[in-house]
C-alpha cells in the first residue's frame, strides 16, 4: 500500500528545506593558513595559537579549519604584516616593533617600565590600542594585541645602566632599540629566530627577550646572565587577511570576531606571559646560569636613565597627529585600571 502524504506536509518541508540550504551553502568550508615566525613547540604556540586555532575550528562547526605554518615557513618574521595584507597567509602573529617607525601610536605599548603583568597589560594596551589600529592597520583586519615583558640578557651580570654604553644589544623592538641608543649601547636589528646566531658570533653583546623563549630559541647555550627586572614590553599582532575575511559567511564572520576581542587578547597574554615567567625558574636551576638580582637603588637609576623615551615617543605621535601626552596618560590609566602596572 502507498504511503499518503499530505500537500500542507511537503510544503512545510520544502519551505524548511529551502531555507536551510542558503546556510548549507555560506558555510562551506575553508582553509585559514596562520603565519608565525616563532616554533612550533614554543610557549606562545601551544599556550595560545593552537587553542584559538580549535576554538574557532569548534565554534565554525568545522566549517573553518586553521594549519598552523610556524617557523617563519610563509616569510620572515619582519614580513609577517604584510604577509597578512597580501593574503600569503590568511592570518599572522606580527612583531609590529620589527618594522621601527610604520606604526607609530603601537609603539607606545613598548616603553620601558610601562607594566609588569603580561595578562591584564596585554587586555589595558588592546583595549587602548583598537582606537588606532582602525588606520594605522587599516590594510588588514585587526585581530588582538598583546604583550611579552621581558628583560636583559647577557654574557656579563649588568646591574646598572652605565653598563650598556659599548655594548652591542639585540633589541626586542624599535622602541627597545632606543632606549638602548639612549644608554650609548649599538642596536643590532635581527629577529628573535636570528638572535643566538648573532650572539654566538659576536654580533651582539646581550639580548633582550622574555625568560622562557631565552631556552625555546636555543639562546641559554649563548648567554648566562639574566637581570631580574621588568624592563620592556614588546607588543603583538594578529592580522587578518580582509579580502578573506569578506568572502566568509555570515555565520563564519562571527565566529572570527568572537575571536578577536579583548577576552582573547587578555587570555592570550596571562597564559603566554604565565609560560614566559616560568622560564626564569628554569634558567635559575640550569647549571652555569646566574639571576642578577638589583636593589631598589640600582632599579631606580634604571628607570630615570631611560625616561627620555618616553618623552621621544610623545614626540612622534604628536607628528603623527596625535596629542601624544595625552594618549599616553590614557593607556597609563587603562593599564592602572586593570593593576598591569604594579
Known sequence: MALRTSVPSLVTTAVALALSLPALAQDKPVEMKFGSWVPGTHALAVTGFIP??????????????VVQFPAQQLGKANDHYDMARDGIAEITYVNPGYQAGRFPMFSAGELP?????????????????????????????????????????????????GQIKGMKIRSANGTVAKMMSTLGGTNVQVSAPEARDAIEKGVADAITFPWNSIISFGIDKAVNFHTDMRLYAAG??????KPWFDKLSVNQKKVIDDHCNNAWAARVGADWGAAEDAGQ???????????????????DAWKKAVEPVAADWIASADKAGVPGKAALEDLRRELATRNADK
Not at 580549535?54 to 568545522?62: L, M
Not at 625558574?281 to 632599579?299: D, N, R, S, Y
Open 52 to 65: 584559538w586555532a580549535k576554538s574557532v575550528e569548534a565554534a565554525s562547526g568545522g566549517s573553518i579549519r
Open 113 to 161: 617600565f610601562l607594566m609588569t603583568k603580561p595578562g591584564p597589560g596585554s587586555a589595558a594596551f588592546d583595549a587602548w590600542y583598537r582606537k588606532y589600529a582602525a588606520t594605522e592597520m587599516k590594510d588588514v583586519k585587526f585581530c588582538f594585541a598583546h604583550v611579552h615583558i621581558g628583560t636583559l640578557h647577557a654574557k656579563k651580570a649588568i646591574t646598572e645602566p
Open 281 to 299: 625558574e628554569k634558567l635559575e636551576k640550569m647549571p652555569g646560569h646566574t639571576i642578577v638580582k638589583l636593589t631598589p637603588a640600582q632599579l
Open 236 to 241: 603583538f599582532v594578529w592580522a587578518i587577511n
